[in-house]
């Protein structure tokens, strides 16, 4: 499958979200049925990269997605090079809730995209609204090595998973 231009906002009545499959049901599930949802709701946003020609009747595939959240952290939570800098209170982090590449384009690049876009767009969102961190809970372990290219590290168990981050002034600086 081609892609198409760039990432932009999920819209359901441009985007093809039945048919994305990247191999694993939940993420699958959750652009089908829940990302639009959550935007709605202030949830979450979620942007896509459509495929560059539609499918006749059924809008513009999905070649790929992010979904990101705003979330808090504990302090105590953080490694202490990091968290002696900060308040008692929850501290601000940026959550990449999901992120997933179609079945069809993986394996050329687009994961590394995807989260670079990612990225990039919560170091635009840094700008106005603070966080101290991005951190993601990957879905298996496969997941996690990816997110370990990239610097990404274990930070605590969240919920039966690895949570993971990268320090947000790390970030700030991938795209200085
Ligand atoms: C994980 C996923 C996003 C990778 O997408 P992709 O387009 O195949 O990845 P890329 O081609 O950009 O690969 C980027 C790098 O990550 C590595 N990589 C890709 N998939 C990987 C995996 N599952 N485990 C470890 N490393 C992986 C590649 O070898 C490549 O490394 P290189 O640059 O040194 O060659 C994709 O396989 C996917 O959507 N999987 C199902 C959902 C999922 O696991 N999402 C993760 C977030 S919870």
Redesign the pocket.
């Known amino acids: 499958m081609k892609w198409g231009e760039g990432f932009v906002d999920l819209d359901k009545t441009v985007h093809d979200r039945k048919s994305f499959d990247?191999?694993?049901g939940e993420?699958n599930d959750f652009i089908a049925t829940k990302a639009a949802k959550h935007m709605k709701a202030g949830v979450s946003l979620t942007r896509v990269l459509p495929a560059a020609d539609p499918m006749p009747g059924a809008g513009y595939p999905i070649c790929a997605y992010f979904s990101v959240a705003a979330s808090t952290i504990l302090r105590k939570t953080l490694p202490p090079r990091m968290a002696k800098k900060l308040p008692q209170y929850p501290v601000p982090v940026f959550l990449v809730a999901?992120?997933?590449?179609n079945s069809d384009?993986?394996?050329?690049?687009?994961?590394?995209?995807?989260l670079i876009k990612a990225l990039k767009y919560l170091v635009e969102v840094n700008r106005y609204m603070r966080a101290v961190a991005v951190i993601?809970d990957?879905?298996?372990e496969?997941?996690q090595?990816?997110y370990e290219?990239y610097g990404f590290e274990v930070l605590c168990q969240n919920r039966g998973r690895d949570r993971m981050f990268l320090p947000m002034d790390t970030v700030v600086r991938l795209f200085a």
């Open positions: 990247c191999g694993n993420l999901q992120l997933a590449v384009c993986q394996g050329a690049g687009l994961g590394k995209v995807t993601v990957p879905v298996d496969e997941a090595r990816f290219k």
